[in-house]
């Protein structure tokens, strides 16, 4: 965390400006201590010194030394056995127990514990010390406390050459740890000299990776196993999947073959909740959701093709760039695409045609982020384009929701900023907006808690934040605000489907009205030909009528003359 304070003062109180130069030291004057002159002085006795309660405080800049802390530990196995007693050997360690049963030492220290052990039994069948008494004020009353959040640490990627934070993974145990993967997902932007390490961090340790991981190529997205904190699972850039045991060091334990492997960057995994806790899936933009197991890494377990139109052609596949995956609907998961649709999938059915249950669209750009609301799973958030369920006029690039409260989710934008939303007190603006960093934002991920969050930056800076109180507490009655929210929205869709329904079939029928009197003007229609005999006859018609005319009015001019002749 950077704490920085300035101090302004005027170029005109500074005095006269001084220049510097770099040049060996000189001596200008030597004075030698001269004895003559101690009788002029003589010893203060006693030696007042006046002190103040305060630091004294003064105005300098200092640039300290940078201290990089390590921690250590230790793998504890088994231990209190004597040297001679192998605890891997069964028969040594029954004899042995069996000696010890014998002494009288350990009889009379059994006797003693039972007595303190009876009683810590019988309090506990007392007093329940795990019954809740406050279970009914769970949820707080909602305070006025203004939303907030503020930063607690940074990490920045180590390296010279900075690479994108394109994904984030907490820690399952206590969340006091944060997996980061970094890669550079501007096309054909990778340099010799760019590192392919992703690294683990300790959220109290800033200054030093607590683990680096070491993959064959850059790491796109990386996610603990919730089952097994040690065990993380990474997809590359190349389109390998590799899973890590932070135990046995900073190298994959195993990792997909190219050929069974995807063609494009794989940029989504997710543990499944399966009773081994070894089984994981992941999707990419060459269109395949292949599923894992650590077990055997060589070949996929199983594989869909992503192609709508159900015929299993990768060459009309859609590019994946988000999963969802709910624990509480195991056979069912979405998939978000780069063509802006979402595809719900079914992997339980028989057929893989009738693996692509349907679609839905409603986004012109790639769906950067998919998933539902923990307190409904019916419904659920994609951020994309510029578009996360509300208009915004910058773009989006990532999103999640609230662990703790159903009405509140976080979007990253393109300038840096973090957006949260609370659509039960605002629909058309952000809650809270803050100005993270200056550069784009790719990943963000929330703890378990709801009070702290990551964000991952364009320039490989993920920043800590915490959020205020009352942005990651229960209020009251928000369940059931959000339920019938959801409830009305969906009544609301249903009344405008039927209403476009209802137009759609109006205009069909306009066409169909329309196409039948074109059809009936068609029967009554002559042939070409026809029509021009007929035109051709009424040519000629016209002309025999123009010239008896003429003919009729000639005769009448003859007669008027012969008339005008006799008058005169």
Known sequence: ?????????????????????????????DILPDPSLAANFIDRDPCDVPIQCTQEMSEHEVNTERIEYETCG???????????????????????????????NYVNTIMQLGSHMEHCIRQNNAIDIYQEYFEEEEVVEETEEQPSAKTINVFRDPNEVKRTATSLSWHPDGSRKLAVAYSSLEFQKVTKDMSYDSYIWDIENPNKPEMTLKPV?????LEYNSKDSHILVGGSYNGQIAYWDTRKGSQPVEMSTIEHSHRDPVYKVIWLQSKTGTDFFSASTDGQVLWWDIRKMSEPTERLV???TKEGKLENALGAISLEFETTMPTKFMVGTEQGLVVSCNRKAKTPAEKIVCTYSGHHGPIYAL???????????????????????????NGCWSPVRPSVFFTVKMDGTLDVWDFLFKQND??????VCDEALYS?????????????????TTTLLEISSGLCTLQKNEKALAAMMFERETKREKILEARHREMRLKERSRSEQSKEDEAKEGEGEESSEELVARIEKEFYEMIETEMKNRGKDEKKEKELDKVRNGDG
């Open 74 to 104: 230790i793998n504890h196995v088994e231990g209190g056995w004597p040297k001679d007693i192998n605890p891997q050997e069964m028969e040594q360690t029954i004899r042995f127990r069996k000696k010890v049963e014998k002494d009288e």
């Open 430 to 435: 952000p809650t809270l907006s803050l100005k």
């Open 306 to 308: 992503l192609d709508p």
């Open 371 to 397: 998933q539902r609301n923990p307190f409904f799973p019916k419904n659920f958030l994609t951020v994309a384009d510029w578009t996360a369920r509300y208009e915004v006029p910058i773009k989006l690039l």
């Open 217 to 221: 190529s850059p790491l796109v997205c």
């Open 1 to 29: 965390m950077e704490i920085v304070y300035v101090y302004t003062k005027k170029r005109s109180e500074f005095g006269r400006q001084c220049n510097f130069s770099d040049r060996p030291a000189e001596l200008h004057v």
């Open 444 to 460: 963000i991920r929330v703890q378990d808690n709801g009070r702290f969050l990551a964000c991952g930056s364009q320039l490989g």
